[in-house]
Nanobody
Framework: VQLVESGGGLVQAGGSLRLSCAAS????????MDWYRQAPGKQRELVAR????????TYANSVKGRFTISRDNAKNTMYLQMNSLKPEDTAVYYC?????????????WGQGTQVTVSS
């Protein structure tokens, strides 16, 4: 199973970006999915989480009201809509998923996508 992020880039403060995370591989089902980010010199932090059905979401206080996490289970894809971006949102954004393969659950990470917000 692979997770591949896309959609990062350079944007001015106040702008928007939409990140995608697509899962592919052998037979599996995806449980909860998350977006994390890591800025230079800082620890990786949880940005947003969405349950398997998409019915419940949680956000870091720093992004509430600006970011929206969603998923399309038919496409095995998760999204992060980021609006009103701030320079402090600059980081590498990572996709994470809890994936069920047979009787076991595994933790998978994407390779990361860079988001840079200029002031």
């Amino acid at each position: 199973v692979q997770l591949v992020e896309s959609g990062g880039g350079l944007v001015q403060a106040g702008g928007s970006l939409r990140l995608s995370c697509a899962a592919s591989g052998s037979t599996f089902s995806i449980n909860a999915m998350d977006w994390y980010r890591q800025a230079p010199g800082k620890q990786r932090e949880l940005v947003a989480r969405i349950t398997s059905s998409g019915g419940s979401t949680t956000y870091a206080n720093s992004v509430k009201g600006r970011f929206t996490i969603s998923r399309d289970n038919a496409k095995n894809t998760m999204y992060l809509q980021m609006n009103s971006l701030k320079p402090e949102d600059t980081a590498v954004y990572y996709c994470h998923a809890e994936i069920q393969i047979g009787a076991f659950q595994y933790s998978y990470w994407g390779q990361g996508t860079q988001v840079t917000v200029s002031s």
